[in-house]
């Protein structure tokens, strides 16, 4: 059974920086991982995700500010979130699976969730 544990987030000032981990209890070097987030009476969305070959996405909200990296060996997913904005407030979660269910958005298997929450 897949399991993910989320670490990091909390409360920080706009212009600030999180940094957010998700470790994974399987072998992820095949999969994608991703991080997606919701804010209360919106759609969750796709942040970013990176594929088994590095490749990387970014929503366009976060493209500049936000990185995501991977440590195959730690079965491990990051998120390096700087210069947030209040707009970056929202639960978020890290999620594993074959990049065909995470790209659509449909992943089967996904993290605690763990609050974001950026003050003006």
């Known amino acids: 059974q897949v399991q993910l544990v989320q670490s990091g987030g909390g409360s920080v000032q706009t212009g600030g920086s999180l940094r957010l981990s998700c470790a994974a209890s399987v072998y992820t070097s095949t999969y994608c991982m991703g991080w997606f987030r919701q804010a209360p009476g919106e759609e969750r969305e796709r942040v970013s995700s990176i594929r088994p070959t590095s490749i990387t996405y970014y929503t366009d909200s976060v493209k500049g500010r936000f990185t995501i990296s991977r440590d195959n060996a730690e079965n491990t997913l990051y998120l390096q979130m700087n210069s947030l904005k209040p707009e970056d407030t929202a639960m978020y979660y890290c999620?594993?699976?074959?990049?065909?269910?995470?790209?659509?958005?449909?992943?089967?298997?996904w993290g605690q969730g763990t609050q974001v929450t950026v003050s003006a």
């Open positions: 999620a594993v699976d074959v990049c065909t269910y995470l790209e659509a958005a449909r992943p089967r298997y």
